[in-house]
């Protein structure tokens, strides 16, 4: 059931600027090659700044677990997550106008985990920015965002997510897809009760095309991502199976 987040962000992207089409004359040569890559080049209409996303894979809880998932995602607004996990936990993590959230319950009844308050938005907004690989369209040159190159396969981008700014950071092969993508997030993984930034990324698996747009389609998410910690640290297995630009 869409809950009323959901809308709420649906509205505010309705309500946004209109997307224009990426200028890539002016940005490094690398940052040029991802974008054409994801994005065919500048186009000929405006890439969608949010999209609708539906996933399978693995979650881990203490142990690995099924899950499906739709998102709304907004990477420089917000994001709504909803999924159901192992047909037992269902509940969504949000960011929406400046507030992040999780709410998730044991057959629709019974509160497992919930959670709020100032450390949650940061680093749910943080989350939003950074799965900007999954609507390149929302931070291409033009859009006010600033990316770097450092090397023929290392770039980077200042992405502003209502309020928050977040530093991603891109590893691409010769062809400008994306192999890893990594940021640092405010969170707690060890669940010491101290709230700081930690390393947090994606090791790419797969691309595939939808529409007019390339992504990751697969991959490993996680927290301490290219340390030596990444092997505990990775929690989350993705596909996407269905992808529709909104907005």
């Known amino acids: 059931m869409t809950t009323p987040a959901w809308h709420e962000l649906e509205q505010r992207i309705r309500a946004g600027a209109p997307a224009s089409r990426p200028d890539l004359d002016d940005v490094p040569e690398p940052v040029a090659r991802y974008f054409t890559a994801a994005l065919g080049g500048a186009g000929v209409h405006p890439p969608a700044a949010a999209a609708v996303l539906?996933?399978?894979?693995?979650?881990?809880?203490?142990?690995?677990?099924?899950?499906?998932?739709?998102?709304?995602?907004?990477?420089?607004?917000?994001?709504?997550?909803?999924?159901?996990?192992?047909?037992?936990?269902?509940?969504?993590?949000?960011?929406?106008?400046?507030?992040?959230?999780?709410?998730?319950?044991?057959?629709?009844?019974?509160?497992?985990?919930?959670?709020?308050?100032?450390?949650?938005?940061?680093?749910?907004?943080?989350r939003a920015a950074g799965e900007s690989i999954w609507v390149p369209g929302a931070v291409a040159p033009g859009t006010g965002t600033v990316w770097t190159a450092d090397g023929a396969d290392r770039i980077g981008a200042d992405v502003e997510t209502d309020g928050h700014?977040?530093?991603?950071?891109?590893?691409?092969?010769?062809?400008?897809?994306?192999?890893?993508?990594?940021?640092?997030?405010?969170?707690?993984?060890?669940?010491?009760?101290?709230?700081?930034?930690?390393?947090?990324?994606?090791?790419?698996?797969?691309?595939?095309?939808?529409?007019?747009?390339?992504?990751?389609?697969r991959g490993e998410v996680g927290w301490h991502h290219g340390t030596d910690r990444w092997e505990d640290g990775r929690f989350f297995r993705y596909r996407i199976t269905a992808y529709e630009p909104f907005g």
């Open 54 to 126: 539906e996933m399978r894979g693995e979650i881990r809880l203490r142990r690995w677990l099924p899950f499906r998932s739709r998102q709304l995602l907004a990477p420089r607004m917000g994001t709504v997550w909803e999924a159901r996990v192992a047909c037992l936990i269902t509940g969504s993590d949000r960011y929406v106008a400046g507030v992040g959230a999780m709410d998730w319950r044991l057959l629709g009844l019974i509160p497992v985990m919930r959670a709020e308050g100032p450390d949650v938005s940061r680093s749910a907004a943080a």
């Open 165 to 217: 700014a977040v530093r991603v950071e891109h590893s691409i092969d010769a062809h400008g897809r994306l192999v890893s993508s990594s940021f640092l997030r405010w969170g707690d993984p060890d669940g010491t009760g101290t709230y700081a930034e930690h390393r947090f990324g994606v090791d790419v698996l797969g691309h595939r095309r939808f529409g007019d747009v390339t992504i990751p389609d």
